[in-house]
């Protein structure tokens, strides 16, 4: 009779629960096969079933009797494997590229937000706090900075960015430009936009000695 079973078989990345596999036949081969008593997936089923219950000698003689079955049990291990490896490899890469972490360098920009500061929900725009006698900017920015004239941080400065899976700072045509691991960009430069690699990169908004100096971190 043909079945259907639910499995809790997980591991724990980053906090989060993630499935790995559900089988389609049998259940507990591989404690067998490395004589463990303790198991590393527990099933339930979803509908009334009949199931067939070997004891480990029997299912070993089984195996060591028919080299078709010694064959099927090494085709089924090696899938589950290589069906788990995918898993974990594709969930940990995805969540390592959809995490993405804004941090202040310089000690006066650190007093005003706590770092690192998640920034999962994208766009996010960086800019500075309005003053008395300026009107809304064009779009309220997701981290508001404090400044003082003469002014280094423009209201929207620069916004960060995911297009085609990959991360972008642009500036938003602030008064004075950005710079992103070296390249300035902005209205006076050639282009408004650079890509951000893996790994640790460095903004600074107003030019570049100015204390308005982030890390994002991809």
């Given at each position: 009779?043909?079945?259907?079973?639910?499995?809790?078989?997980?591991?724990?990345?980053?906090?989060?629960?993630?499935?790995?596999?559900?089988?389609?036949?049998?259940?507990?081969?591989?404690?067998?096969?490395?004589?463990?008593?303790?198991r590393s997936a527990t099933a339930r089923a979803a509908s009334e079933v009949e199931v067939e219950i070997l004891t480990p000698t029997e299912f070993l003689d089984q195996i060591a009797g028919s080299p078709r079955a010694a064959r099927e049990l090494i085709q089924r291990l090696s899938q589950r494997l290589r069906e788990a490896d995918d898993r974990i490899d594709s969930q940990t890469v995805g969540s390592a590229v959809n995490n993405a972490f804004l941090a202040a360098k310089d000690p006066w920009l650190q007093?005003?937000?706590?770092?690192?500061?998640?920034?999962?929900?994208?766009?996010?725009?960086?800019?500075?706090?309005?003053?008395?006698?300026?009107?809304?900017?064009?779009?309220?920015?997701?981290?508001?900075?404090?400044?003082?004239?003469?002014?280094?941080?423009?209201?929207?400065?620069?916004?960060?960015?995911?297009?085609?899976?990959?991360?972008?700072?642009?500036?938003?045509?602030?008064?004075?430009?950005t710079v992103v691991n070296g390249e300035p960009i902005g209205h006076y430069f050639r282009t408004d936009d650079a890509p951000l690699r893996v790994g640790d990169n460095e903004v600074i908004a107003g030019g570049v000695d100015s204390p308005f100096v982030f890390s994002v971190f991809i």
């Open positions: 009779m043909s079945f259907t079973i639910k499995i809790d078989h997980t591991v724990h990345v980053d906090g989060d629960t993630r499935l790995l596999w559900v089988p389609r036949d049998g259940l507990g081969m591989t404690g067998v096969v490395e004589n463990r008593r303790w007093r005003q937000f706590h770092t690192p500061l998640g920034i999962g929900d994208l766009p996010f725009v960086v800019g500075r706090r309005r003053v008395a006698g300026e009107g809304p900017p064009p779009c309220q920015p997701d981290l508001k900075l404090d400044d003082t004239a003469p002014f280094r941080l423009s209201r929207n400065h620069f916004i960060i960015e995911k297009r085609d899976g990959d991360y972008y700072v642009r500036d938003l045509c602030s008064a004075l430009g």
